[in-house]
Each structure stands twice: as structure tokens, then as C-alpha cells.
């Protein structure tokens, strides 16, 4: 069983069943779908796209005439007990084109402010535009909290592919797993946590 069916399976049991049951609504990525990120984030890791080819978002996501909205994914925040959205293929790639996916961390936080102790964990480049990070999760504030990434771009010392996670109030981005893979195996290894915490 590969890294997602096993993510998938123990999601499945962690779930209520009624977010279980609305997650069986969804459906996954289109071929087409799935090229059009690849060909935006080439080095996109295959754990990513073989999860979107299984459910394509659940970010408020449509589905026909159902809308998916179950919490999925986790992080470390508040001892990995803060859910996540997983953004469908069409979100990801608005994100990747939105105004605010032009500056990088360099140009929103200037000066002092960029220098302050705790903004930027090690092995993030705030040089590099936020665009070029692929955002893949919204947290349960829609975004307002915390948001993922998977930075293609990383300081030195850092690793293509990298998770970032950003988290407001205070700001801060730090690297919570060196891949995607990694990522989903911290989830299942922290049993589902995010998830069972809600029900």
C-alpha cells in the first residue's frame, strides 16, 4: 500500500461518520486537471497528485450538486491538533496566480519586521515569490490562520519539496516536514489527531 491509500484508509476510520460520508461524495482530479498543475509546478510531488486524483479538494469543493467540506489535513499547530482543507487542482493554481502569490515574505515584511526573531524558520528563501510555493491547504479559518506550502525553492541547507507552514498572529513560516510524503506519514503517525479532537 502505497503512502496515500494508507493517509486515505486511516483518514477514513479517523473520520465521523457523517464526515465520512460527505467525503464519499467526491470524486478525484481529471487527467487534464492533473497536467495543468504538473505543468505549473513541475518538481509537484506524486503523493500530491495521486491524492488529488483520489478527491480534488475539500475546500468547499463542488461536486456535482454536493459541496465537500470536510477537514482533512493537519499540521503542528496547537500540538497537531489544527485541521486543514486539502484546495482542489482549480484553487491551487488561483492561488498561484493570485496578486499576493507575486511578492515574496522579503517584500511583505520589510525592514525590522522581516528580521524579527521567529518570522522565518530556517530554510526558507524570502526572496523567492510566494507563487512559486504550491499552496495546498487552508486551515479551518478559510486561510486566515494558517496556510500549507510545498516549497520548490528552499534556502540552503533546506530541501525541495519542503512543507511550509505559515501562521498568522504572530506570523510566523516555519518547515514542518522535508517532503509531501513525510508530511502524510507525521499525520498517520500522530493518529489522525486533528481529526478526532473535532468529534
Known sequence: MNIVDTFLTGLSAALSPESREELSLASG??????????????????????????INGTYWQAYGDSTVSVLMLGSDVDGGEYPYYLLSIEQMLVESASALAAESIAQVYEGPILARSGLLGSHI???????????????????????????????PGGTVGQIVRFLHDPDNYAVIANSFDAYLQQLIEGNYRYVLDLE
Do not use: E, K
Open 29 to 54: 482530479a481529471s487527467t487534464q486537471q492533473i497536467a495543468a498543475l504538473s505543468a505549473a509546478y513541475p518538481n509537484c510531488p506524486s503523493s500530491l497528485l495521486g491524492l488529488v486524483s483520489r
Open 125 to 155: 528563501d524570502p526572496s523567492v515569490p510566494m507563487g512559486r510555493r504550491l499552496c495546498f491547504a487552508h486551515c479551518m479559518n478559510n486561510g486566515g490562520t494558517s496556510i500549507l506550502y510545498i516549497d520548490f525553492d528552499p534556502a
